[in-house]
């Protein structure tokens, strides 16, 4: 924690705000913001004493496409069904059962 005589420059509730959602520090990306939060000190500092939240969205990963591929040889229908649900929540976009 850094402290200055007119006292500190980080909160711990700020700290541990940082330490659980920050995993690296560097510009802003490019986001869809969905909400903007703001907090404000009560002391005065020659800087503005305040913080601003920003949550939303990256397109990180809107251009990435994992296949996965394998071979199932004794499955029944329902387990076909049951595969195919948890697949299509786990964000699959296409899936394929192919008759051999």
Same mark, same amino acid.
């Given at each position: 924690?850094?402290? $200055?005589?007119? @006292? +500190?420059? $980080?909160?711990?509730?700020?700290?541990? #705000?940082?330490?659980?959602?920050? &995993?690296?520090?560097? %510009?802003?990306?490019?986001?869809? /913001? +969905?909400?903007?939060? =703001? @907090?404000?000190?009560?002391? %005065?500092? +020659?800087?503005?004493? $305040?913080?601003?939240?920003?949550?939303?969205?990256? &397109?990180? =990963?809107?251009? /990435?496409? /994992?296949?996965?591929? $394998?071979?199932?040889?004794?499955?029944?229908?329902?387990?076909? @069904?049951?595969?195919?649900?948890? #697949?299509?929540?786990?964000?699959?976009? =296409?899936? &394929?059962?192919?008759?051999?």
């Amino acid at each position: 924690m850094k402290y $200055c005589k007119n @006292g +500190e420059l $980080c909160t711990p509730t700020g700290a541990a #705000l940082l330490t659980h959602f920050v &995993s690296d520090f560097g %510009d802003l990306p490019v986001i869809k /913001t +969905e909400k903007i939060g =703001y @907090g404000m000190g009560k002391k %005065d500092f +020659e800087v503005a004493n $305040c913080v601003r939240v920003l949550l939303g969205e990256t &397109s990180d =990963y809107e251009d /990435t496409v /994992t296949e996965l591929t $394998c071979n199932i040889d004794d499955m029944t229908p329902e387990e076909v @069904g049951f595969a195919t649900q948890q #697949l299509f929540k786990a964000y699959a976009l =296409y899936i &394929s059962f192919p008759l051999l």
